[in-house]
């Protein structure tokens, strides 16, 4: 695996992790409790943090040669909550 799949792999679990504390303490806080900080704090994060994966999405793209559908891909399972570990088992697992 070379250097920016490496990259791709590692943002893409952490923008993962990103979006389920978002949805599974901030969202929860927000609507139930009335608490709304953990939404704003948790959304900025996760929002550099999407940014950075669609980053280095642009990056793994040109540099290790993805096809496009890999790469549209990538970016739709990142819409979907748990989307980025599959796509991170599937297509970027140090095993396969």
Same mark, same amino acid.
């Given at each position: ?8 792999? #590692? ?20 609507? #139930? ?64």
């Amino acid at each position: 695996m070379d250097k920016a799949s490496k990259q791709f792999r #590692m943002i893409a679990i952490i923008e993962g992790w990103s979006f389920v504390l978002l949805l599974l303490i901030g969202m929860p806080l927000k609507y #139930m409790a009335g608490i709304p900080l953990p939404v704003k704090i948790l959304g900025w994060i996760h929002g550099v943090l999407f940014v950075a994966y669609c980053g280095l999405l642009l990056n793994v793209w040109i540099s290790s040669g993805w096809h496009f559908f890999k790469v549209a891909l990538a970016l739709l399972v990142s819409f979907i909550p748990l989307g980025t570990f599959w796509f991170e088992r599937k297509y970027l697992n140090e095993n396969h």
